[in-house]
């Protein structure tokens, strides 16, 4: 019987991840063999640190700490980058990719950040490099939208890609706490980082963003033209409005596409309860996607964690492997990216319904005067909802949800409003409303 081939696997970064990755390949290797038809065999772990016990039984003789040297071994074929960031790592893709060698990496902040660079060094180099880890954790979207629906021109993606915030949201709502205390509650149990920002500013969330909607249109998409708002400071009290009036709040990656150009944008957006989307709760990922063939899917799963993200890296470790057998490559991105540059959508021009939180001065002809500007503004009024007033209360909270408008046409109104004499005493609070055709 003739020896079945091996794949050289190189794995930079031990962390969570990279643990998560040994301990796969150690345990389903035998049934990865018997799918694959060749043997993913682990050369060695790079990590500054390869004291720490990472819960893994690994030879100790694969542990080091020079990813480099690692990364050059002739009998490395794949490289897998899971140290995360756009400093060591992108030089240590980069050395590999020069190589000709396949690069697996779970790092969107690189790809967001550097992507045209990297494809386009893939390409000169012949290699490719492979990225299911980055968007959705477990979940298969970057080959659904690779692959599956390759077909398609992609109408629109919404995803819910970042579990720290779509926690702590869903515990607001269930639990009616403010944002502060479950963001703690969160960083104590393990689910929000000290540093949280990255999560709850939405850039994570943009990043993810970036990848999918550079995938869905052939295009860079650069992070400036990814309009972000995170959840940092949302009021309770907004999410208890929104439910009122049958809506939860989620914050969304929104990427449409249409003839007059493409939206790449992230932001708590309210979704109607019955939504699918809106079912999604706690640390969990969802992705909607709409091709103009296949209509609307939709791919649900864990979005991180060891497990998740270690199921992904394999599978593009596995495709990797069959790449090289068959002497061949996947397309990937830079070959897209060759295609006409995309046109993004001009903010303003964006057409949406929204959710308007006021401060309204308790006084007979306010709300008439605030509709009166919206109408001004061509802004129609979907419904109205005002909480009858705390006693000798001077504002009170009034809701009006809006029918579609331009953004521009929106925040000219709210301008309009926030300068007349005697209507609010703080800033509107204001929130897109998706409604998904
Ligand atoms: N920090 C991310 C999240 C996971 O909370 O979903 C890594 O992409």
């Known amino acids: 019987m003739s020896k079945m081939k091996e ?97 697996v990496t779970a790092n969107k902040k690189l790809l967001a950040e550097h992507g045209e660079e990297i494809h386009r060094m893939a390409e000169e180099h012949k290699t490719e490099i492979l990225f299911e880890a980055s968007v959705g954790g477990g979940i298969p979207i970057i080959k659904a939208l690779r692959e599956g629906l390759c077909a398609n021109r992609i109408e629109s993606i919404y995803g819910i890609l970042n579990g720290t915030c779509n926690y702590i949201l869903t515990r607001m709502e269930e639990e009616k706490l403010p944002f502060d205390e479950v963001l703690k509650a969160a960083q104590a149990a393990g689910y929000a980082e000290a540093e949280p920002s990255l999560d709850i500013d939405g850039h994570d969330t943009a990043h993810k963003a970036a990848v999918l909607a550079s995938l869905a249109y052939g295009c860079n998409v650069p992070l400036d033209k990814v309009r972000t708002t995170g959840i940092r400071g949302l009021a309770a009290a907004d999410i208890a409005y929104a439910a009122d009036m049958g809506y939860r709040i989620k914050l969304l990656a929104i990427i449409q596409g249409g003839a007059d150009g493409v939206e790449v944008s992230v ?131 009034v809701i009006i949800v809006t029918g579609p408008a331009k953004e521009r046409e929106m925040a000219s109104a709210l301008a309009e409003i926030a300068a007349m004499a005697g209507v609010a005493d703080r800033p509107t609070v204001i929130y897109r409303i998706e409604d998904f055709e």
């Open 267 to 397: 932001q708590p957006t309210l979704v109607e309860h019955g939504h699918q989307l809106a079912a999604v709760s706690g640390v969990f990922n969802a992705v909607l996607v709409k091709g103009d063939v296949v209509g609307t899917t939709l791919y649900y799963g864990r979005g991180a964690g060891r497990a998740a993200t270690a199921s992904a890296v394999v599978a593009d470790l596995a495709d990797a492997a069959l790449n090289l057998r068959a002497g061949g490559r996947r397309r990937d991105l830079s070959a897209v990216h060759a295609r006409t540059p995309v046109v993004f959508r001009e903010p303003g021009e964006i057409v949406a319904r929204h959710y308007l939180r006021f401060s309204m001065k308790d006084q007979p002809g306010t709300l008439a005067r605030v509709a009166t500007v919206l109408g001004g503004h061509r802004i129609g009024i979907d419904s109205v909802m005002q909480k009858e007033a705390p006693k000798n209360a001077e504002y009170v909270p």
């Open 7 to 103: 794949i050289g696997v190189a794995v930079l970064g031990f962390g969570t991840v990279g643990a998560g990755v040994v301990e796969t390949l150690l345990e389903n290797g035998g049934l990865l063999a018997e799918r694959l038809g060749l043997r993913l065999v682990l050369r060695g772990v790079a990590d500054l640190d390869i004291q720490t016990d990472r819960g893994v039984k690994v030879d100790p003789a694969l542990l080091t700490t020079d990813g480099a040297a690692l990364i050059a071994r002739p009998d490395v074929d794949v490289v897998v980058e899971l140290i995360g960031g756009t400093g060591v790592a992108k030089t240590f893709i980069l050395q590999a990719l020069k190589l000709g060698k396949p690069v």
